[in-house]
């Protein structure tokens, strides 16, 4: 609490208020009492389309690509690179790929696994630097080496050595918000005392018109190290399916901390014969659930896609039973898809920060759409 005190005091002294953001943090308390849990074996599944494709919310505008690959009988995993990939290459988006928030040392590491269903085959990389699309390197390592996973120094020289190029994944303004970040947690990043600029780092920092309009964003990637990625699924027309999870995973992230989305069983999992899961949100969490198999295992049982992933929240907020408060503190989703085209996502929380609703992205074949998660809790929830 100390730590977020003090940078709400420097950001709101140094960069303008904060009041918004901090009524997130610190705002009206949230009721966790296990009567406000939805009840798993209720949630209506949406009606079932093959081919089909489901990702996280920042893949909605590439789902079309996706889809084209599907109808056009091309294999599932290459349905879902082609969504993810055009994420990663996408400098706007910062938590996946080229664009991604650093570690705290200002270095962009990102994590991502692939699972071919038909082949059951599974490649995964994690904290690999200066490569921009890991997805594609977690499907070199499935598709030309004896491993599953492969991670740091000897990813990047597996990557480079397999044809990949290297190049700097730090755009300016993550650049700049991780300077912003550092100068928010500790005074040695911040104009001296004798300086005429003492306390205006986050200005002294954007110091054009252009880097001026990043300056909103630049205080909430602050106040709330961000969690991001993008999971895809997709089943085609015979029912065979693939999935990958790729993320530059949590800002400001100790150098070498590897969240769930390599993690095979917890960010990614896919059975040929029954269907897949994925998960964006606070991988530790799903890491200790082994999100992505319970929601298959449940599947298996024949619980529906979307109360499949209740059931995996259910054990996530089942773990803070003894403080109920701090599940506010954090945003996790899962995403799932049947053999059968059936689907369903569920997120902890109804709401991000500021009331935007929760959604994933789905193509049935017609047309891609916005969908909500279904949330355990429709209020509003953390970002961390
Ligand atoms: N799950 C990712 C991780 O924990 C981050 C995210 O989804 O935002 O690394």
């Keep these: 609490m100390e730590n977020w005190t003090r940078r709400k005091f420097f950001l709101s002294t140094l960069a303008g208020s904060l009041a918004a953001s901090s009524r997130r943090m610190f705002g009206a308390s949230v009721p966790v009492g296990e009567a406000a849990f939805p009840q798993v074996g209720t949630q209506a599944s949406f009606k079932a389309a093959r081919p089909l494709i489901v990702c996280a919310a920042n893949g909605f505008q590439h789902l079309n690509d996706g889809m084209e690959i599907l109808k056009s009988g091309g294999d599932t995993l290459d349905a879902v690179l082609a969504v993810v990939t055009k994420v990663e290459d996408d400098p706007n988006d910062d938590s996946v790929g080229y664009g991604g928030l650093p570690n705290e040392d200002g270095v962009v590491e990102l994590d991502a696994s692939v699972m071919h269903g038909p082949t059951r085959r599974a490649g995964a990389v994690g904290s690999i630097q200066k490569i921009k699309n890991p997805s594609l390197v977690a499907k070199t390592v499935m598709e030309k080496t004896n491993h599953v996973f492969i991670v740091g120094s000897g990813a990047e020289k597996f990557a480079v050595d397999e044809g990949f190029t290297t190049m700097d994944l730090l755009t300016d303004r993550s650049r700049i918000a991780w300077l912003a970040w550092k100068a928010s947690s500790s ?11 003492w306390k205006e780092k986050l200005a002294q920092l954007l110091d054009t018109p252009e880097k001026m309009a990043w300056r909103e964003h630049i205080e909430d990637v602050v106040m709330h190290p961000q969690t991001g990625t993008i999971n895809c699924l997709a089943v085609d027309a ?15 992230k100790i150098a070498g901390r590897v969240g769930d989305s390599p993690i095979i069983g917890a960010g990614l999992c896919v059975d040929n014969d029954i269907g897949a899961a994925g998960s964006t949100g606070r991988g530790e969490e799903n890491i200790k659930i082994s999100g992505g198999h319970t929601i298959v295992e449940m599947m298996r049982k024949g619980m529906s896609p979307t109360d499949a992933c209740l059931e995996a929240l259910h054990r996530v907020a089942r773990n803070y039973k003894p403080f109920p408060e701090r599940l506010k503190q954090f945003h996790i989703q899962f995403y799932a898809l049947n053999k059968n085209g059936e689907y369903g996502a569920g997120s902890l929380w109804g709401m991000h920060p500021g009331g935007r609703r929760v959604q994933f992205a789905v193509h049935d074949g017609a047309k891609a759409r916005l969908v909500p998660c279904t949330p355990l809790f429709d209020k509003e929830g953390g970002d961390y």
């Design 187 to 197: 005074e040695n990043w911040r104009p001296g005392l004798d300086s005429p600029e």
């Design 238 to 252: 015979k029912g065979d399916i693939s999935g990958t999870t790729t993320t530059s995973g949590l800002s400001w």
